[in-house]
């Protein structure tokens, strides 16, 4: 069984920076494809930044040149360093791990972390 614990949300100026983690255990965290997701409050989920496993990155273009996603196999960790924070940044946020099996594709969801910005 494959779970997923966020940490580093928190309160931050705009213009800081935060760094968020997640944690897998499980086993498979090396042949997984990685994601960020965020929520505000009244809105839809929406994909912030995917890592593969070949460590390709993409992200959403509100996001693209402020935050860096990346992944520590060693650790079975993904990271999602967010610089340049800005108020429409707050949101829940979460990791996905996904991974492919013979019917079609598995995944998981850690509990989420808040991140408020706000002077």
């Known amino acids: 069984q494959v779970q997923l614990v966020e940490s580093g949300g928190g309160l931050v100026q705009p213009g800081g920076s935060l760094r968020l983690s997640c944690a897998a255990s499980g086993g498979i965290f090396s042949i997984a494809t990685m994601d960020w997701y965020r929520q505000a409050p009244g809105k839809e989920r929406e994909l912030v930044a995917t890592v593969t496993s070949g460590s390709r990155t993409n992200y959403a273009d509100s996001v693209q040149g402020r935050f860096t996603i990346s992944r520590d196999n060693a650790k079975n960790t993904v990271y999602l360093q967010m610089n340049s924070l800005k108020p429409e940044d707050t949101a829940v946020y979460y990791c996905?791990?996904?991974?492919?099996?013979?019917?079609?594709?598995?995944?998981?969801w850690g509990q989420g972390t808040q991140v408020t910005v706000s002077s």
């Open positions: 996905r791990l996904r991974f492919g099996v013979i019917s079609g594709v598995r995944e998981y």
